[in-house]
């Protein structure tokens, strides 16, 4: 085996992944997850010599507060400690296949078994809520927020494809947008409804060239950044169970299968490439069941 220490190792794999064409979230958060396991050997007093990560150091890493639990101390999401040991695994199988270790000490990971927990929208009176703290906002940072998440809100976005978006992707008369950085990597079209017309329109007047959604500096706004913010919002507006800003994209999503009735017209919308991943929005409420029962 070549000496090699997680560190290089990291860097050797996310250059792999990049000449394989994932996208930059995809590479990001298999840099985090590999840093992560790289500070937590080095509190463990371990090497970061590739050697050190047997199949026992990785176990013990994967069942650690490090891995289990988030910055607050609560535990995560099965799902998300997935993520993390799909992550692992990527790393050690790459290394392997490449030669620079005999054997694959992630062979042994195996997934947690769990099923996908229903998505976490907001009810109609908490979007009512959030968009009445911010149309009362003052300054160019609330006026901001009010159509990034009016627009998300409104259009489904992901949080990095809003914050891609250039006056340029923007074609208000046709009700459509041009999405640059998708899941995926894929851009694509998405048509925009009235409601996202209408608040996207003034702040159009406003930046006709460059970034919709700046930061400071003038730059594009941050995911990070835009995640606080959104939070800052969610707390005024009293919403207490809501963590992210990808609850904008669930309010969509159900809010449009509750109208239509079409997980097709759903899957479209969002941009899923497999109808199974739009499937999670197909939960049958108890007033459609009655209705369904009694006719």
């Known amino acids: 085996m070549r000496a090699m220490n997680i560190t290089q190792a990291l860097a050797r794999f996310l250059t792999q992944l990049e000449a394989d064409g994932r996208s930059q979230l995809t590479i990001g958060q298999y840099r985090r997850h590999v840093q992560l396991l790289a500070t937590w050997a080095k509190h463990e007093g371990l090497s970061g010599d590739l050697l050190t990560f047997s199949s026992d150091v990785l176990a013990r890493f994967l069942c650690s507060a490090e891995a289990c639990k988030g910055p607050t101390g609560r535990p995560k999401k099965a799902s998300s400690v997935n993520v993390l040991r799909a992550s692992i695994k990527g790393l050690f199988g790459y290394l392997h296949l490449a030669g620079i270790i005999r054997s694959d000490p992630s062979r042994l990971i195996r997934r947690a078994r769990c099923g996908a927990p229903p998505p976490r929208g907001l009810s109609e009176a908490e979007q009512e809520r959030l968009m009445g703290v911010l149309e009362q906002g003052e300054g160019v940072k609330a006026e901001r927020d009010h159509v990034l998440f009016g627009l998300m809100l409104f259009a489904g976005l992901r949080i990095g494809a809003a914050l891609s978006l250039d006056a340029t992707d923007v074609n208000l008369e046709r009700c459509e947008l041009r999405v640059r950085i998708t899941k995926g990597d894929q851009p694509r079209t998405v048509l925009i409804g009235p409601r996202a017309v209408q608040v996207l329109g003034p702040h159009m007047e406003q930046y006709p060239i460059g970034p919709l959604f700046r930061g400071a ?31 904008l994209r669930h309010s969509f999503a159900m809010g449009l299968y509750q109208r239509t009735g079409d997980l097709g017209i759903v899957q479209r919308a969002l941009g899923h490439r497999s109808i199974a991943s739009t499937l999670v929005y197909a939960q049958a409420d108890d007033e459609r069941l009655r209705d369904a029962l009694t006719h």
């Not at 005024?236 to 800003?245: D, G, K, N, Q």
């Open 217 to 247: 500096n003038g730059d594009a706004l941050t995911a990070r950044h835009a995640q606080r913010r959104f939070k800052l919002w969610a707390e005024r507006a009293e919403i207490r169970e809501v963590a992210s800003t990808h609850s």
